[in-house]
């Protein structure tokens, strides 16, 4: 490589409760450069979740990483050509990509989902999340689901 590596930018944490990894979960939830907005659905999320799971004894936000935790894939597959055939290849993922994976598959299945206010839609997915349910908790086993059926091309990693 010729250039130089980007370093990685300092995320300051969140307002609320004080955490990075809510605040990099507004920045993918942010349009437009409008984190205010992002962080007003955020929070509002994490009170519907409150009331959405009573009986539960976990805050609202260890809600949230248990949700983030239940949908983070383990292996993606990578396509690898090998002579003329391209191949699946499974391979392990880097923390901070499995991080990043799971954040963004719990937004965009959020966004898909039906109901009134962005917030409502977090809210469902994240208890859907936390259940082991869902849109994003079935991507997650899609993915598992493919890194296992193409497991013989295991030795062609990279």
């Known amino acids: 490589m010729r250039k130089a590596k980007p370093k990685k930018r300092v995320i300051i944490p969140d307002p609320l409760f004080n955490e990075v ?11 437009d450069g409008k984190k205010s907005v992002a962080y007003d659905i955020f929070y509002s999320a994490l009170e519907n979740v409150k009331t959405k799971l009573p009986n539960e004894e976990k805050t609202p936000l260890e809600i949230w990483k248990k949700a983030l935790e239940n949908i983070t894939p383990q292996v993606e597959v ?3 050509r090998v002579g003329g055939a391209t191949f699946q290849v499974p391979t392990e993922i880097r923390s901070e990509r ?6 963004k598959n719990l937004i965009i299945y959020s966004r898909k989902r039906a109901g009134k206010t962005m917030a409502d839609k977090l809210a469902a997915e994240i208890a859907d999340a936390f259940n082991n349910q869902g849109g994003a908790f079935k991507r997650k086993e899609d993915m598992h689901k493919m890194a296992e059926a193409n497991r013989a091309f295991a030795h062609f990693r990279f």
Not at 21 to 31: A, K, T, W
């Open 21 to 31: 990894m809510v605040s990099r979960f507004v920045n993918h939830l942010m349009y």
């Open 78 to 80: 990578k396509s690898r």
């Open 98 to 103: 499995k991080e990043s994976i799971s954040m």
